[in-house]
């Protein structure tokens, strides 16, 4: 197979780079996602197993999830192999519902929370490039 024109030296070298860079730019290289990680509480003790989620208000970004460790503690996951939230604000939902019954027939989910925290969340975060790390979340039974 012939083609038409043939790249050589100077102007080869640069329209590989130009096509490299427009690559990256069109892969979008998460750049718009920073680690966020905390803790969550229920009247003012830590609360295990429950799943926190970062809905970002902004369409055509993705959502972000964790769960919370013995201690509270949780860290987000945007991809498989990234962790963090989208940069922009978000509608938070905790939840410690989870499907009841090992080895028989599941009963329906079991919710510790009031719904202010997950199907009628009010909680709102904005995450930015500056806030990565800590956002904790000081939840009330009441």
């Not at 799943?51 to 991809?79: I, M, N, W």
């Amino acid at each position: 197979m012939k083609f038409p024109f043939v790249l050589s030296g100077r102007f080869a070298a640069t329209a590989m780079v130009a096509i490299t860079l427009i690559g990256l730019v069109g892969c979008g290289s998460g750049s718009d996602v920073v680690p966020v990680s905390g803790t969550v509480t229920l009247d003012g003790d830590p609360l295990a197993d429950a799943l926190v989620s970062f809905y970002p208000q902004e369409e055509g970004k993705r959502f972000s999830t964790g769960t919370t460790d013995a201690s509270g503690h949780y860290e987000l996951v945007y991809t498989n192999d990234q962790n963090g939230a989208a940069i922009g604000k978000h509608i938070v939902k905790i939840t410690t519902a989870t499907v009841q019954g090992e080895g028989g027939p599941a009963r329906p989910p079991k919710e510790k929370l009031p719904a202010k925290y997950n199907d009628q969340s009010e909680l709102t975060v904005d995450v930015t490039s500056s806030s990565a790390g800590n956002t904790n979340f000081d939840l009330q039974s009441k």
